[in-house]
């Protein structure tokens, strides 16, 4: 049960977009399309950005956005913004059990 | 609205047994569709799930926590609780209870603002 990858950080300006990529295998984010992302600010628990790949909740400014080829599944941030700088989990079921990644910083420069 | 709120121990010395419980308010944890669920965060790291319990019971842990682990509910409590049992320094992080969406899908929609626990003599 290897953690997903994702790269360490990203970076952008503000208004631009910018996209983490979380790559699994055929046994967890390959086969199952229940990818979730969370958002983590500094001392706060995660909060839900994305789930079932691209699925947006209620309240989650639609410039977040998911997708998924193969075993890679991705995040994008389109019109980043100030308030986007946080550190951002994607996550796989992998029939019962789950994978989170590694975690990835994005910073707003 | 649903929150979920850890309790327990800040403090545990090595080869004790770390216990938390998480209580839920503003819905009934009976109810089925959710998984009841654990994830820590080490110091500076990412997050790890630990497991997670259905209302029947039913329960599935990293395979990792397996031997040391158990995870239990309480529905007249509204409550669940973990014990992970040999605890070393490794197992010192801040530790998370979640609600996770179930039925053709997994994903974690509602979090507990965390706990710490250090492992420490």
């Known amino acids: 049960q290897s953690a997903l990858t994702q790269p360490r950080s990203v970076s952008g300006s503000p208004g631009q977009s910018v996209t983490i990529s979380c790559t699994g295998t055929?046994?967890?984010?390959?086969?199952?399309?229940?990818v979730s992302w969370y958002q983590q600010h500094p001392g706060k628990a995660p909060k839900l950005v994305i789930y079932?790949?691209?699925q947006r909740p209620s309240g989650v400014p639609d410039r977040f956005s998911g997708s998924k080829s193969g075993n890679t599944a991705s995040l994008t941030i389109s019109g980043l913004q100030a308030e986007d700088e946080a550190d951002y989990y994607c996550?796989?079921?992998?029939?019962?059990?789950?994978?989170f990644g590694g975690g990835t910083e994005v910073t707003v420069l | 609205q649903v929150q979920l709120q850890e309790s327990g121990p800040g403090l545990v010395k090595p080869s004790q047994t770390l216990s938390l419980t998480c209580t839920v308010s503003?819905?009934?944890?009976?109810?089925?569709?959710?998984?009841w669920s654990w994830v820590r965060q080490h110091p500076g790291k990412g997050l790890e799930w630990i497991g997670y319990?259905?209302?029947?019971?039913?329960?599935h842990y990293n395979s990792s926590l397996k031997s040391l682990l158990t995870i239990s509910i309480d529905t007249s409590e509204n409550q669940f609780s973990l014990k992970l049992n040999s605890v070393t320094a490794a197992d010192t992080a801040v530790y998370y209870c979640?609600?996770?969406?179930?039925?053709?899908?997994?994903?974690?929609?509602?979090w507990g603002r965390g706990t710490q626990v250090t492992v420490s003599s």
């Open positions: 979640a609600r996770a969406v179930s039925g053709a899908t997994l994903y974690f929609d509602l």
């Open positions: 503003g819905g009934s944890i009976s109810g089925g569709g959710y998984y």
């Open positions: 319990i259905y209302h029947s019971g039913s329960t």
């Open positions: 055929s046994s967890d984010v390959g086969t199952y399309n229940y």
């Open positions: 079932d790949v691209n």
């Open positions: 996550c796989s079921y992998a029939g019962n059990f789950v994978i």
